[in-house]
């Protein structure tokens, strides 16, 4: 099997940044995806291909790539981006998509 | 507008069967790739099924390998996922999600559907 490692949670006060990473051999050679799941709520697609906004998500989010470890960075966070937030990728032969475990970011 | 919309969920008892309907519209069916994803309460993101766009081809998590089965009605623009053998450890929201024809993200999202086993 494959797996994804994230931090269980984050906590940054308003205004800060926040950093989460997400750690998997084969991230080198797939694109990383990042999910964004409020209470009650499906999972938004927030980053794709490693570095990439989805449609409608504020420019304070961010992704990077260093290696077999991805980065979401929010910038200046604020009090509505409390939430759980998942990295997903393939392995390496693309048959198998994961999730990482979940990254529960608290606005201090 | 494009719509993943779940169905079929309950409670069932441990050994038991129940069938998930995701019923789309706004897109093309035959043009995506749709996904089973599940999530139990209070824990993450599991990825449990796929179909390719004319159903031949399937890949399954290994938690589920066996004892489900994902297939896809092209004329109801409808996908299921088939679950047998259900275990207390099945118990969770089950999601359809859309994957991009770009590369492997999940770009809509239905609402989920509770499946409950427990006797």
């Known amino acids: 099997s494959y797996e994804l490692t994230q931090p269980p949670s984050v906590s940054v006060s308003p205004g800060q940044t926040a950093r989460i990473t997400c750690s998997g051999d084969?991230?080198?050679?797939?694109?990383t995806y990042w999910y964004q799941q409020k209470p009650g709520q499906a999972p938004k697609l927030v980053i794709y291909?490693?570095?990439e906004r989805s449609s409608g998500i504020p420019e304070r989010f961010s992704g990077s790539s260093s290696g077999t470890t991805v980065t979401l960075t929010i910038s200046g966070v604020q009090a509505e981006d409390e939430a759980d937030y998942y990295c997903?990728?393939?392995?390496?032969?693309?048959?198998?998509?994961?999730f990482g475990g979940g990254t529960k970011l608290t606005v201090l | 507008q494009v719509q993943l919309v779940e169905s079929g969920g309950g409670v069932v008892q441990p050994g038991g069967s129940l069938r998930l309907s995701c019923a789309i519209s706004?897109?093309?069916?035959?043009?995506?790739?749709i996904h089973w994803i599940r999530q139990a309460p209070g824990k993450g993101l599991e990825w449990v099924a796929v179909?390719?766009?004319?159903?031949?081809?399937?890949h399954y998590a290994d938690s589920v390998k066996g004892r489900f089965t994902i297939s896809r009605d092209t004329s109801s623009s409808t996908l299921y996922l088939q679950m047998t053998s259900l275990r207390p450890e099945d118990t969770a929201v089950y999601y359809c999600?859309?994957?991009?024809?770009?590369?492997?993200?999940?770009?809509?999202w239905g609402q989920g559907t509770m499946v409950t086993i427990s006797s």
């Open positions: 179909a390719s766009y004319d159903g031949t081809e399937k």
């Open positions: 997903q990728s393939t392995n390496s032969s693309g048959r198998l998509w994961v």
């Open positions: 706004g897109f093309t069916f035959s043009s995506y790739v």
């Open positions: 999600a859309r994957e991009r024809n770009t590369d492997a993200a999940f770009d809509f």
């Open positions: 084969a991230l080198p050679q797939q694109y």
């Open positions: 291909q490693d570095t």
